[in-house]
């Protein structure tokens, strides 16, 4: 009961679909209460009144059709009927596709197989044509439009609700319920039901308007309702017949059923996103092309390094909820450094990586604060044009899972291609020449060959080497490895490192690394940021931070990373969660998990300070040194 | 790929059996005696077996299947009695126009629909897609015969740009351009529907990849916004989308029933309303199973091409 308040609830929220419910209330009620209201008798003929114009003062609004019957009273009544035959359509036809597919579902193998080839052959015909073919053979009448109607859509409900079935036996709780003794008939009732009947309402909110269409069709043509009944459909047939003297008579009747159709399809729509989670992902939002900026302030430039962060914020802000993902970031790197940044998942090293070029996903992210110079060049600030000269030119990108950020669809070779010529003015010939040199410089074997291949026939390792080689397309002068191994096993792993560190000191590449893992750090980087919850903790030479952790968050990750040979040591955990980055606490927020924290650490914000020449600490009690 | 395509063209085969098997089965479900029907007042005992002899129907229904389905090979489908004419002659004249409707609006709604599609998705929440979404709501909603009557009544009867009904003008018709003058209006009313659906699925097929990684890896790449969109996003998009497109071309094959009644279009569409009223069986019989048939093709194409984009699927 719950439940069903909350989507009540929710679908109240969808302005839409309270329209169309609103206006399908409306149309249900005035159609109910027809014999109750003051119209004229709808089948009445006054040959003297014929086809008058509707006019609100006279007796008949919405005018007359040929036999000077009351088009009001007429499209209430046909209102009525319309709304009879299509939602009865729609129940039988969710009643026997409903049966046929849980049955095929359920029992599967050949009796799966025969319904199911059955239903193909009936899903071979256009929907309308069989509808006509079985009016043809049941002869013209509103019923037979009905069964007509309702048999056409069987096939799609049964294919649904197999899926949905086969779906739901594959899950635990049936298997339970079939080792508790119960029988078929019970499972299917008790089990099976409840959990495809979502999806049965699903394929009516989908199928209920286009039944309500079909059906008046069929009377349109006069092979549904005979006179001198009337639904809308064969009264908009019959007002055709007179089309030029009397338009209303065909414009009246139709948009009715256009109004009755949309207003269905609304809360149609409505229902679906509530219960259809696939359906819903595509309602979310998309990524802009750009990372949305709102600051008040651009920081000063510092100094002369070749990228330079200042009191970077990045917040993804989302229905009222404000998430610091990143919380005022600051980064130095000369040319030829590599820079390791550290931190547990959601500590916001990625989303601090992304944000440089704008390519935090907004909505929701949105940089609240702060600056990225590239040798001096403000980014966050440069138009689109710029930026996107810079991205993959002079600042190149190499993401976590290969396959999933390689097209699946083109062939590696001209992905990498696509990277250089759209920098380079070259022709598309010299371009493969160099995607293929590219590909044997990271050492894919038999380079011209794989260059033809689709990432889907490459390994992940592989993968990664030809997003490497992109990255690597234009000599940018940055490149940023965004958790590059982490996808990967452990011997490509480390092949992939030990590529990255020769390609980096033949070509004195400079380079961000995104990890959480010390080990890999431990080889590549020079220095290290370390990240915590948004905001960076301590930054310094890798082995001084190797040797002397001053915060305690980076002793524990130390810790945390297992050593080769010593097997016999216990792994300390960090103990509690870090916080979420919308209940960030006042102050340090290790302070909750620090056993060196006081009441201090909960007051306020913290400085960085030094403690030693290239080490710097936020935290006011650092380990080694005098608090 | 040959091989592939060679298996699927087996796998049409029963498809294509069963479905002449169940308009068979339909027909032969005729409550009453197509002889009688045929016959109407003239219906002696004598002239009933006659008919029935002459149209095989004294014999066990396995084998009257058999015989039908060899002689629609052969290219027999009898004779209508309405029209006193070969059925196929008379279908295949009419198909030529059916095609010529509905290719003209499966051009337009798989254009229009991918268009709006892929611009609603590009600027999602914005007040371009919020007006084409509902504008795709509201063509999926419209009824296409009532939308086809306010085309008459706005366009040939008040404006007098276009002409009304037919495939060419009575006097002095012919040509191309009399042609396409006929074509602009039902066409257009016929794709109104399709293109809403289409663009709904390729709002959301496109939603769906602009999300994924390979989207914000092409960015970082440095790619302009246009090729993001319409190569990446939507070479990806085109997997879901080209089944939707095979499914619309039903529609559109379907749909013409309406739009040729409206308009009067000389296509098969109409000529099965007419022969449903003149309960002329062999001419409905010819008709559906030639429309069914050109259906399993175009979803045959369509199967073909998903295939030849999508190297993935390796069957």
Known sequence: ?627 | MRRYVLKRFLAVVPVLLGLTLIVFLIMALIPGDPATAILGSYATAENVEKINRSLGLDKPLAQQYLIWLSNILQGDFGRSYSLNRPVLDEVLDRFSATLILSGAAFLLCSLWGVLIGIWTAARQYGWTDRILTVAALTGISVPSFWLGLLAILAFSVHLRWLPASGMFAVYGGGGMVDLLKHLILPATTLSVVATGVIARLTRSAMLEILRQDFICAARAKGLPEHRVLYLHAFKAALVTVIPVLGVQAGFVLGGAVYIETVFQWPGVGLMLVQAISKRDILLIQGGVVIVAVCYVMINLMADIAQHWLDPRVKT
Not at chain 1, 127 to 136: D, H, P, W
Not at chain 1, 189 to 201: D, F, G, R, S
Not at chain 1, 430 to 459: C, D, G, T
Not at chain 1, 560 to 575: D, E, Q
């Open chain 1, 1 to 627: 009961m719950k439940r069903r308040q909350s989507v009540l609830a929710v679908l109240a929220r969808n302005r839409p679909a309270t329209l169309g419910a609103s206006l399908l209330l409306v149309i249900v009620t005035v159609s109910l209460l027809a014999p109750l209201l003051p119209l004229h008798d709808p089948n009445a003929t006054d040959l003297a009144n014929r086809l008058l114009r509707p006019s609100l003062l006279s007796g008949n609004p919405l005018g007359t059709d040929h036999l000077g019957r009351d088009l009001l009273a007429r499209l209430i009544w046909g209102i009525r009927l319309s709304l009879a035959v299509g939602i009865f359509a729609s129940i039988i036809a969710a009643v026997s596709g409903s049966a046929l597919g849980i049955f095929a579902g359920f029992f599967g193998g050949r009796v799966d197989n025969l319904l199911m080839r059955g239903v193909d052959m009936l899903m071979a015909f256009p929907y309308i044509l069989l509808a006509l073919t079985i009016v043809a053979v049941l002869g013209p009448g509103l019923l037979n439009a009905l069964y007509a109607v309702a048999i056409v859509n069987i096939p799609f409900f049964a294919r649904n609700i197999r899926g949905a079935t086969v779906a739901v036996i594959r899950r635990e709780f049936v298997d339970a319920a079939r080792l508790s003794g119960m029988n078929n008939r019970r499972i299917i009732t008790v089990e099976i039901l409840p959990n495809v009947a979502p999806v049965i309402v699903v394929a009516m909110s989908t199928t209920i308007g286009w039944m309500i269409l079909e059906t008046a069709g069929l009377s349109f043509l006069g092979l549904g309702s005979q006179p001198p009944q009337a639904d809308l459909g064969s009264m908009l047939g019959e007002g055709r017949k007179l089309l030029i003297t009397a338009p209303h008579a065909s414009i009246v009747p139709g948009a009715m059923i256009f109004i009755i159709v949309i207003a269905v399809n609304l809360l149609g729509d409505g229902i679906r996103d509530i219960l259809d989670p696939r359906l819903r992902a595509g309602t979310l939002s998309r990524p802009a092309p750009l990372t949305h900026v709102r600051r008040e302030s651009i920081p000063e430039p510092q100094s002369g390094y070749l990228l330079e962060v200042q009191n970077l914020h990045t917040h993804f802000i989302a229905s009222g909820r404000v998430d610091k993902a990143v919380n005022g970031v600051d980064i130095e790197i000369n040319a030829g450094q590599c820079l390791g940044i550290i931190g547990e998942s959601g500590s916001g090293k990625s989303v601090t990586a992304l944000s440089l070029l704008g390519l935090a996903p907004s909505p929701p992210a949105v940089i609240t604060a702060g600056g990225v110079r590239l040798e001096g060049e403000e980014l966050l600030s440069a138009n689109f044009s710029r930026l996107r000269s810079i991205r993959g030119k002079k600042i190149a990108y190499v993401f976590q899972n290969p396959l999933a950020t390689l097209h699946p669809l083109t062939t590696v070779g001209a992905q990498i291609s696509e990277a250089i010529r759209c920098h380079r003015p070259v022709s598309k010939h010299s371009a493969w020449a160099e995607a293929v040199n590219l590909l044997n410089q990271v050492q894919i074997p038999n380079a011209a060959a794989r260059a033809r291949n689709y990432p889907h026939e490459m390994s992940g390792g592989m993968c990664q080497r030809v997003s490497i080689a992109m990255a690597l397309a234009n000599s940018p002068q940055l490149i940023i490895a965004d958790e590059p191994t982490t996808a990967l096993d452990v011997t490509v792993q480390a092949q992939i490192i030990s590529l990255l560190s020769r390609l980096r000191h033949q070509q004195n590449m400079t380079l961000i690394f995104v990890t959480h893992d010390f080990g890999i750090l431990a080889q590549l980087c020079d220095r290290v940021a370390v990240m915590y919850a948004g905001r960076i903790v301590e930054n310094g030479s890798t082995e001084e931070i190797l040797a002397n952790p001053a915060h305690p968050y980076t002793a524990r990750l130390i810790e945390c990373a297992p050593r080769l040979g010593k097997g016999r040591r216990v792994l300390t955990s960090i103990s509690g969660l870090p916080p979420a980055g919308d209940q960030l606490p006042a102050g340090c927020a290790f302070a909750s998990c620090c056993d060196r924290s006081t009441e201090r650490c909960r007051r306020g914000d913290i400085k960085t300070r030094p403690v030693a020449a290239t080490h710097s600490v936020r935290c006011l009690y650092p380990l080694g040194c005098a608090p």
